[in-house]
């Protein structure tokens, strides 16, 4: 079945108004359920719900008169329905799928509307791999809306990226038609501090009428913060704890409070809602991000406002920030996120407001899934060779590559250390005193210290900087290797042998990205991500049981981290504090400048 072609509601009212009036007959009607209303926070029973051409036209206790002999009836049975759930903010490319193959994953888990910032693909392809993502997401059954990347880089003079974004492409892709603002502003110093280009990028959204989002990765709530949110961005899902929700809500953002694979968020803020009684309405829920894993055995959306219901949210308040109130973040208020006349008829039927089992999913009036099958075709876009061939080392790597050479006469060092923090994005800057051995500095897994290293792969360079980093727990001789390296996406080796270190990169320049284990010189795990680097257009659970021998490979090499690959794939993320690497060096995200690996020797 191809996708609706989904006309306006204005170009849909004569027949709405018709169906409504029972002088015409719907394409379909659901009987005898509980209409969950997020506009008023009411279970209404015994409703009925009438919908023709991909929009609903009637809500009431009695839809007999708008059934015709060819209208589909679908039986509710008593059950919820609830409006088809919205993601505010994520980046298709950490699910390591396509937009095709993500919606595919998503769509028996009751998402139906995405508001995605392809960041990720900017950062290798540039403005063209953006409009790539941005068609093969209007090819999609369901609402995939794309957010302009902001800042490619995303901390200037810090990275290196495959290509840049400023303010004419942002002024560009607002003309597209599947743009709805502009992404997450990371380079939150550079609007605190005036910069012409971050404010030229948000002008033109605002001019465009559409929504800047917000990246502000900082404890910091005095005049840096309201400097930020007097730049113009609307919401923010970099908060940990209450007050960050709080100051944001004040300030007249959105709080976006956020469960992903590695990242949680939501415990810790939503007291702001269910303790301190603050007014919902500016809090929305999102995942940013979950990968292939994720999505298969656990969910998307659904999984979040389950999440949020157990810990304390009233359900129907849980759903509404799933729901209108990202809708009315985005200027979609009239368009979807509520069941109620005009609206995109995108609904999930579900036996259980608490435990959401996501029972029948109908998006744009029709059946998208059922009891957790997939009854669609989500079109893929076909990408072309150079989006497939990005991985470009310029040389073969050898263990030489990885070595560190100590300071001349140094037999020990002191040296910064990037800790790695569970369920955390931000990272600890740590030191160590780390033994020199033939002139290099060796790492020490006795002390949970292992090398790191970020090879430059967008221009064939063959530059490697190397560091050192803790909390993986490896043991062993190992390495791992991922051309998943938020932002810039140059590639990111951790490991306790540099030999291993070679052979872990050499083998994603192979096979043009993705993520690999190497264990005593042998492969034990490979994710192929050839487009990009980043992306497979395989089926999410094929690549979910890569991933998963992914996991196991990592767990044999001693890790024990939840997501120990998101981890891994944020370690070069350079906006992120305490302390980062990148193809410049050693990334000081307190101070944003670069830093030295060693700061003392004997």
């Avoid at 501090?193 to 917000?214: D, F, H, R, W």
């Avoid at 490979?526 to 998963?548: F, N, R």
């Avoid at 044999?556 to 981890?567: E, I, K």
Wanted: hydrophobic share 40%; net charge negative.
């Amino acid at each position: 079945m191809e996708p609706i072609q989904l006309k306006t509601w204005a170009e849909c009212a004569p027949r709405l108004v018709a169906v409504a009036a029972g002088r015409a007959p719907a394409d379909t009607v659901i009987r005898n359920g509980r209409w969950v209303n997020v506009h008023t926070r009411e279970i209404l029973p015994d409703h009925d719900i009438a919908i023709a051409e991909g929009r609903i036209a009637y809500v009431g206790p009695d839809a007999d008169h708008c059934i015709g002999p060819e209208t589909e009836i679908i039986e509710a049975d008593d059950r919820y329905m609830i409006p088809g759930l919205c993601d505010a903010h994520m980046h298709i490319e950490s699910g390591m799928l396509t937009p095709a193959e993500f919606a595919r994953a998503v769509i028996p888990h009751g998402t139906t509307s995405m508001f995605t910032d392809p960041h990720e693909i900017a950062n290798v392809l540039g403005l063209e791999g953006v409009r790539m993502m941005h068609d093969e997401a209007l090819m999609q059954p369901v609402n995939i809306f794309t957010q302009m990347p902001s800042c490619a880089p995303s901390a200037p003079g810090l990275e290196t990226t495959g290509f840049e974004i400023g303010p004419d492409d942002v002024s560009e892709a607002m003309q597209w038609p599947g743009i709805i603002g502009l992404g997450e502003m990371m380079n939150f110093p550079g609007v605190v501090n005036g910069s012409q280009q971050m404010l030229a990028e948000i002008a033109a959204t605002q001019a465009a009428g559409k929504t800047v989002g917000g990246h502000y990765a900082s404890p910091d709530l005095g005049p840096a913060f309201h400097a930020y949110a007097a730049g113009g961005p609307a919401d923010d899902h970099e908060g940990t704890c209450e007050a960050d929700a709080i100051a944001r809500v004040r300030q007249g953002m959105r709080s976006m409070m956020r469960l992903g694979s590695a990242w949680y968020d939501v415990e810790s803020q939503i007291t702001a809602v269910t303790e301190k009684g603050l007014d919902p309405r500016n809090f929305i829920l999102c995942t940013d991000d979950c990968h292939s894993g994720t999505l298969v055995n656990d969910g998307h959306m659904n999984r979040v406002v389950r999440h949020a219901i157990a810990c304390g949210c009233d359900p129907v308040i849980a759903l509404q920030m799933a729901t209108i109130n990202t809708a009315s973040h985005f200027g979609l208020e009239r368009e979807l996120g509520s069941i109620a006349p005009g609206r995109r008829a995108d609904i999930i039927l579900t036996s259980d407001i608490e435990t959401l089992p996501i029972e029948h999913v109908i998006a744009r009036g029709r059946t998208v899934a059922k009891d957790g099958e997939i009854l669609v075709d989500c079109p893929h876009y076909a990408w072309p060779e150079h989006a497939r061939n990005t991985v470009r080392l310029g040389h073969e790597l050898g263990a030489d590559d990885f070595a560190i050479p100590a300071p001349e006469g140094a037999s020990e060092v002191t040296v910064n250390v990037i800790g790695v923090v569970e369920n955390q994005a931000p990272t600890k800057a740590l030191t160590a005193n780390l033994q020199v051995e033939d002139g290099l500095i060796q790492g020490d897994i006795e002390t949970d210290i292992a090398q790191i290293a970020l090879v430059e792969r967008h221009r064939a360079t063959g530059d490697v900087t190397n560091a050192f980093v803790s909390g993986f727990g490896y043991t062993g001789r190992m390495a791992m290797a991922s051309t998943v390296a938020h932002d810039s996406h140059h590639m990111i080796v951790v490991g306790t042998s540099r030999e291993d270190m070679a052979l872990a990169a050499n083998r994603l320049g192979e096979v043009g990205g993705g993520v690999t284990v190497f264990r005593e010189g042998k492969e034990i795990a490979l994710v192929e991500l050839p487009i990009s680097g980043l992306m497979s257009d395989a089926p999410a659970a094929d690549v979910a049981a890569k991933a998963q021998a992914l996991v196991e490979a990592m767990e044999a090499c001693g890790c024990t981290l939840n997501n120990a690959y998101m981890q891994h794939s944020l370690l070069a993320l350079v906006v992120i504090p305490e302390l980062r690497i990148s193809d410049l060096g050693l990334v000081d995200v307190t101070r944003f400048e670069l830093t030295d690996l060693v700061t003392g020797t004997k």
